[in-house]
């Protein structure tokens, strides 16, 4: 459960965007990272590197990418606790702690692309840009768990942390990770900003819900993307017993946004019909993520 649950080449970040993180930087406290990568085990590290060291020993790969992902983003990738969650509609998951080594390794890896394509992706968006976007993306408390018997929750994020499933079954591949990573990312900013999506989208998110039920070619044109649950045949932006469902529903836009920004400053036009020139719905809650979250930046052009 998400709420529970490319860009291409690497860039340097613009001067305007480093600046902007020098005023307020955030960051992982020794503390929390003590807690991430040495949970059971006492350590005689007083820094975050030495922490890293000693947690990947055993796999001088997966330690070298850990490093980097730390000294680049200043994410901390460590380990979740044991747990039997409440899946909603998956029923109850049990979670075991489980770092990124050697067969995992390659999900470390894909988040570190993540990551880098993320920051890439606001340092050109918000280049020379006078305002800067409202939104963390950087020094998150990264939790790699696995489920057994199941494949469910890919992820779900809470007080900037992140919890990655190895066995999750959206995060097979190196795209599917950064899409669900960017839709976690949006949880964490969201809550931030006091629940934005519950009091800004709400109204309209319901209207779409009464009107289409779970009926997935009512709700397409309202979908910002095409994830759907297998179970049900519908979008995952309108799943029942899933929390509140316009919390998904406002991750799945930003996973939108992000995709069409991408494609806009890549190659100047969309793939598909930009969401904002659908149905008065969907232009009502772009033109509000965009604001909240974005600064009013949007490179797609008026429909």
Known sequence: MR???????????????????????????????????????????????????QAYARDDKA????????EDTGNVAGVGPKELMDGGFRGPIQLVPQLPLGKYRKHLAWTSEAMHSIDTFFATLFEDQKIAP?????????????????RTPSAYAF?????????????????????TIVHE???????????????TLQQ??????????????????YAPNRTKV?????????????????????AELAVRYF????????????????FKCGPAENARAWQALVDEFFAGRDLVPAC
């Open 259 to 274: 995709t069409e920004q991408s494609q806009m400053m890549h190659s100047g036009k969309l793939t598909r019909r930009a």
């Open 204 to 221: 309209d998110y319901d209207a779409i819900v009464a009107r289409c039920g779970t009926k997935a070619s009512c709700l397409e044109p």
């Open 134 to 150: 409202s939104y963390r993306w950087r020094a998150l408390s990264l939790r790699y768990v696995r489920s057994v018997g199941k």
């Open 63 to 70: 330690r070298t990418l850990a490093l980097a992902l730390f």
């Open 3 to 53: 709420w529970w649950s490319v860009l291409g080449v690497l860039v340097a970040l613009p001067a305007m965007v480093r600046a902007e993180r020098a005023a307020d930087p955030p960051e992982v406290s020794f503390a929390d990272a003590k807690v991430l990568l040495s949970p059971t085990t006492t350590t005689t590290c007083t820094t975050i590197p030495c922490l890293i060291e």
């Open 159 to 179: 007080g900037w942390t992140m919890e990655y499933n190895v066995e999750g079954s959206l995060l097979t591949t190196a795209g599917g990770v950064l899409e």
């Open 230 to 250: 297998r179970a049900t045949g519908t979008y995952y932006a309108f799943q029942p017993n899933n929390g509140n469902g316009v919390h998904e529903y406002a």
């Open 185 to 199: 990312l949006f949880h964490l900013n969201d809550f931030a900003h006091s629940e934005w999506s519950a009091t």
